[in-house]
């Protein structure tokens, strides 16, 4: 993950109830058993609050679909490490012009940074929140946890790099406030893989840009990677949105989106339409996000 930006949540130790009304798919099987290794790798992530964890977690187990299911866990929000301080407002993100101020860049870089640790704690939430989803996507979900783990080491390497430390800037759960409110796997692909995984195809070409025009190469190339790294992912969320909501077509996609967010929230201008259809995507559905407008009467997320 990277450019867009818990509400404030449950933290770890928190007793965590069952959603009771959890939407379930056909390709659900009901839970029947309290937990499993998987599950509990996911959840020690999420509740973590050790800079340590969220930085290096150990390696996944690996699970098969004859494994106990867990009890499913919607409820749980991150534990967050004393570093990060959260604000209920972030400051707008700089323009191309802005950027030759390193202090800008440093803040960019640190804003993505908390961008990623939030994508991978929602890999965690969604492992634990959808416990009885076939095993290969949940396993795909770790996969994708580990490669936001990197991305936030890097962009750490090059806050620092600027001369600035993790936590010299606050930071906006904005991930955390929206994404929960998927009520089934379906969901959750629509708006984090097709949603913002997707927006970073756009958002990293356009800083991957602005960044060069600053006279920042390091910065323009870590976009560029980032950028081409979100493309399996958004295949993964490609793949299982066809599986779970029956078709990738811009209406299925739009009906599965937690409200009230709107494409117009899930892209960046101009897209990235080459990369996003090396990513998947069908060439009518790209058309369709980039003619979506602004609707000033619609609810505001």
Same mark, same amino acid.
Request: charged share 25%; glycine share 6%; hydrophobic share 45%.
């Given at each position: 993950?990277?450019?867009?930006?818990?509400?404030?949540?449950?933290?770890?130790?928190?007793?965590?109830?069952?959603?009771?009304?959890?939407?379930?798919?056909?390709?659900?099987?009901?839970?029947?058993?309290?937990?499993?290794?998987?599950?509990?790798?996911?959840?020690?992530?999420?509740?973590?609050?050790?800079?340590? /964890?969220?930085?290096?977690?150990?390696?996944?187990?690996?699970?098969?679909?004859?494994?106990?299911?867990?009890?499913?866990?919607?409820?749980?929000?991150?534990?967050?490490p004393?570093?990060?301080?959260?604000?209920?407002?972030?400051?707008?993100?700089?323009? $191309?012009?802005?950027?030759?101020?390193?202090?800008?860049?440093?803040?960019?870089f640190?804003?993505?940074?908390?961008?990623?640790?939030?994508?991978?704690?929602?890999?965690?939430?969604?492992?634990?929140?959808?416990?009885?989803?076939?095993?290969?996507f949940?396993r795909?979900?770790?996969?994708i946890?580990?490669?936001? /783990?990197?991305?936030?080491?890097?962009?750490?390497?090059?806050?620092?790099?600027?001369?600035?430390?993790?936590?010299?800037?606050?930071?906006?759960?904005?991930?955390?406030?929206?994404?929960p409110?998927?009520?089934?796997?379906?969901?959750?692909? $629509?708006v984090?893989?097709?949603?913002?995984?997707?927006?970073?195809?756009?958002?990293?070409?356009?800083?991957?840009?602005?960044?060069?025009?600053?006279?920042?190469?390091?910065?323009?190339?870590?976009?560029?990677?980032?950028?081409?790294?979100?493309?399996?992912? /958004?295949r993964?969320?490609?793949?299982?949105?066809?599986?779970?909501?029956?078709?990738?077509?811009?209406?299925?996609?739009?009906?599965?989106?937690?409200?009230?967010?709107?494409?117009?929230?899930?892209?960046?201008?101009?897209?990235?339409?080459?990369?996003?259809?090396?990513?998947?995507?069908?060439?009518?559905?790209?058309?369709?996000?980039?003619?979506?407008?602004?609707?000033?009467?619609?609810?505001?997320?």
């Amino acid at each position: 993950m990277g450019p867009v930006a818990a509400a404030p949540g449950v933290r770890h130790g928190d007793d965590v109830r069952q959603q009771r009304d959890l939407h379930r798919r056909p390709l659900h099987r009901r839970s029947s058993v309290t937990t499993n290794a998987l599950h509990e790798w996911a959840r020690a992530y999420l509740l973590s609050d050790e800079l340590s /964890v969220k930085f290096a977690p150990p390696p996944p187990p690996s699970i098969t679909d004859n494994d106990p299911i867990a009890t499913a866990c919607p409820a749980l929000r991150p534990g967050r490490p004393r570093e990060f301080t959260r604000i209920e407002r972030a400051e707008k993100s700089p323009k $191309a012009g802005a950027l030759r101020d390193p202090k800008k860049r440093a803040w960019l870089f640190h804003t993505f940074m908390h961008h990623e640790l939030q994508a991978a704690e929602l890999m965690a939430w969604a492992i634990v929140a959808f416990a009885d989803t076939p095993a290969a996507f949940r396993r795909g979900l770790a996969s994708i946890l580990l490669e936001e /783990v990197r991305h936030m080491v890097l962009y750490r390497e090059a806050l620092e790099a600027l001369g600035c430390a993790l936590g010299e800037f606050g930071v906006r759960d904005w991930f955390w406030q929206r994404v929960p409110a998927a009520k089934g796997p379906a969901e959750f692909c $629509a708006v984090m893989g097709l949603g913002l995984e997707a927006a970073n195809l756009d958002h990293s070409m356009r800083y991957a840009r602005w960044l060069r025009e600053a006279g920042d190469e390091r910065g323009a190339d870590l976009q560029t990677l980032i950028g081409e790294e979100e493309l399996p992912h /958004v295949r993964f969320a490609l793949h299982w949105f066809k599986r779970f909501a029956g078709d990738t077509d811009f209406a299925t996609w739009c009906a599965h989106l937690p409200p009230p967010l709107s494409p117009v929230l899930l892209r960046g201008l101009p897209l990235d339409v080459e990369r996003r259809a090396r990513a998947g995507m069908d060439p009518s559905f790209i058309e369709q996000l980039a003619s979506v407008r602004f609707d000033p009467k619609a609810p505001r997320s």
